[in-house]
């Protein structure tokens, strides 16, 4: 009988999610998808602004990314990431999003009725695996940026929103949530509890990826699990994000927002690291080993190829096994 595969946990959110669960869904039977719910923008803003739920975009990306190959996964894909056109109300609105809003209405306010909304739609879609919210409350992400008024590029200021902080000009020094302290999705942190291996990245730095660390209660799961960490580094800069960060600067603010979290593994794309030394020695600083393989889509994109991306995670979850209970 074939092994199922390791109990991995994929945290982030958006593209970089997308791309990390379409490889890890063809490496485990056994995966969850963590994801950020901090969106304001678009479909997913004006559904959170008006119904007061979890804004439902990067929770519907990762259950697309976890569809089969197979046609009924291809259509089901393509139906919950359709947007309509339109010149009225229903202009830009995806139908997962909606489709995952309808659900959470139905099911009520009762205890674990968001997540179980999120399952119902992962059976219909026959996802190949779970997803959960990092948190059971929406929130919002407030950044600390340097040089927002390029009047004042050494001023220090705070930008509020996932929107506004991806569009403010200047260095963003860190992040952190509205509110400081929101309650952890109980699922998410069981699954953190029992995974094998825990997966950050890649996507947008500061706000996919790093505000994990700020859920007090998602950190403190982080930092105790027996499970391995990997963290999956971006091929490029993420414009207004980390303009001109090089990888290691990834790994450093990374670092800076959980002090003291051991990583394994750090993964990165050899096309895209010029300074192979200075890499090596941050994520040496994190504890971890450097791992360099070709994941970037042949085409030249600024994208993972999903299929690179699981040979990589393959060879690196044959080579670090979690210890033994």
């Not at 027996?226 to 963290?231: I, L, M, S, Y």
């Not at 050899?270 to 994190?286: I, P, Q």
Request: proline share 8%; aromatic share 4%; hydrophobic share 45%.
């Amino acid at each position: 009988m074939e092994s199922p595969g390791p109990k991995v946990v994929a945290l982030g959110g958006g593209h970089g999610l997308y791309a990390s669960l379409s490889a890890l869904r063809r490496v485990t039977d056994r995966l969850t998808a963590v994801v950020t719910v901090a969106d304001d923008g678009g479909s997913s803003g004006r559904l959170r602004q008006e119904l007061g739920v979890l804004p439902p975009g990067d929770l519907r990306m990762a259950l697309a990314a976890l569809c089969g190959d197979d046609e009924w996964g291809q259509t089901w894909r393509d139906v919950v990431q359709h947007r309509f056109r339109s010149q009225g109300g229903l202009h830009d609105h995806a139908v997962g999003n909606l489709l995952i809003v309808a659900l959470w209405e139905l099911l009520g306010d009762r205890a674990g009725s968001t997540v179980e909304g999120l399952d119902w739609v992962g059976r219909l879609l026959g996802a190949h695996g779970r997803v959960l919210p990092m948190a059971s409350v929406p929130m919002d992400i407030v950044a600390e940026v340097r040089g927002a008024d390029p009047a004042r590029p050494d001023v220090v200021s705070f930008v509020k929103g996932q929107v506004e902080c991806a569009k403010t000009p200047g260095d963003v020094l860190g992040v952190s949530l509205v509110p400081p302290d929101p309650p952890a999705c109980p699922e998410a942190l069981a699954a953190v509890g029992d995974a094998d291996w825990v997966v950050f990245g890649p996507g947008s730095w500061f706000t996919s990826v790093l505000p994990h660390l700020q859920v007090p209660e998602l950190a403190r799961a982080l930092a105790a699990t027996r499970a391995r960490r990997a963290v999956a580094l971006n091929l490029v800069p993420q414009p207004g994000e980390t303009d001109d960060f090089s990888p290691q600067r990834h790994l450093e603010v990374f670092q800076a927002h959980a002090p003291g979290l051991r990583v394994d593994v750090v993964l990165a794309d050899r096309g895209v690291v010029e300074d192979t030394e200075a890499l090596d020695r941050a994520v040496k600083d994190l504890g971890g080993r450097l791992v360099l393989a070709d994941v970037a889509a042949p085409d030249g994109s600024p994208r993972h190829d999903p299929a690179l991306l699981a040979q990589a995670f393959v060879q690196i979850f044959a080579e670090d096994r979690p210890a033994g209970p």
